[in-house]
């Protein structure tokens, strides 16, 4: 079955600690977006990447990095420098990175600071 | 730039009454308007698009939507809904020539029997 894995499913950080979730597609899209999704504010933009090897910071980069290595995987770090991390967060990919083609979403990461 | 508004956070009705999310956009250019919806602690799955043609989209689980370019609206309607519609729906934007997804805030969605 083809589809976009994201692990783990729930994750817990300690203050002052990077953590990595991992996504990952087998659809063979070019295109891989990370979204933040908080309780009344929809999904914003952290990262995307249209082709492998290259990426581009969305609307709310500050705080986290990614790195696309292989086209299949897409990962995001959220570093220490993140101020706020706890929330949902949703990986994507589409075809390509045209404006008409369907974003495919991932099950999501539940990350908590403790 | 474009933009997204979701009229309504929340929306109750009743088991087997129509229902209606309101959406609006602004754009300078001409768009792709997109219907998700996410259930509980899931991702986001696609109920319909408009890319061009009938302004009148009809989507999966019995849902449609009419595009209304003189009003910028993408409402998104149900004739009779199910207690397994209950979640989220989120309107999204794509305008030409950007290179990203604009969501607006969501409705919540709530089927009482």
């Known amino acids: 079955d083809g589809g976009i894995t994201q692990s783990p499913k729930y994750l817990f950080r300690k203050e002052g600690q990077n953590v990595t979730l991992s996504c990952e597609q087998n659809?063979?899209?070019?295109?891989m977006y990370w979204y933040r999704q908080d309780p009344g504010q929809g999904l914003r933009l952290i990262y995307y990447?249209?082709?492998?090897?290259?990426?581009q910071k969305g609307d709310i980069a500050e705080g986290y990095s990614v790195s696309r290595e292989k086209k299949e995987s897409f990962p995001l770090t959220v570093t220490s420098a993140q101020k706020n991390p706890t929330a949902f967060y949703l990986c994507?990919?589409?075809?390509?990175?045209?404006?008409?083609?369907?974003?495919?979403f991932g099950p999501g990461t539940r990350l908590t600071v403790l | 730039a474009q933009s997204v508004t979701q009229l309504d956070s929340q929306v109750p009705v009743f088991e087997e009454a129509p229902v209606e999310l309101r959406c609006n956009y602004s754009?300078?250019?001409?768009?792709?308007l997109f219907w998700y919806v996410q259930y509980p602690n899931q991702g986001l799955q696609l109920l319909l698009k408009?890319?061009?043609?009938?302004?009148l989209v009809k989507g999966i689980n019995g849902f449609e939507a009419e595009f209304n370019k003189s009003q910028t609206s993408f409402h998104l309607r149900k004739p009779s809904v199910h207690i397994s519609d209950t979640a989220e729906y989120f309107c999204?934007?794509?305008?030409?020539?950007?290179?990203?997804?604009?969501f607006g805030q969501g409705t919540r969605l709530t089927i009482n029997p």
């Open positions: 990447s249209q082709i492998v090897n290259d990426f």
């Open positions: 999204a934007v794509f305008g030409q020539g950007a290179q990203k997804l604009v």
């Open positions: 408009y890319l061009s043609g009938s302004t």
């Open positions: 754009s300078s250019v001409s768009v792709y």
């Open positions: 659809l063979n899209h070019d295109a």
């Open positions: 994507a990919s589409s075809p390509r990175g045209r404006e008409n083609n369907e974003q495919f």
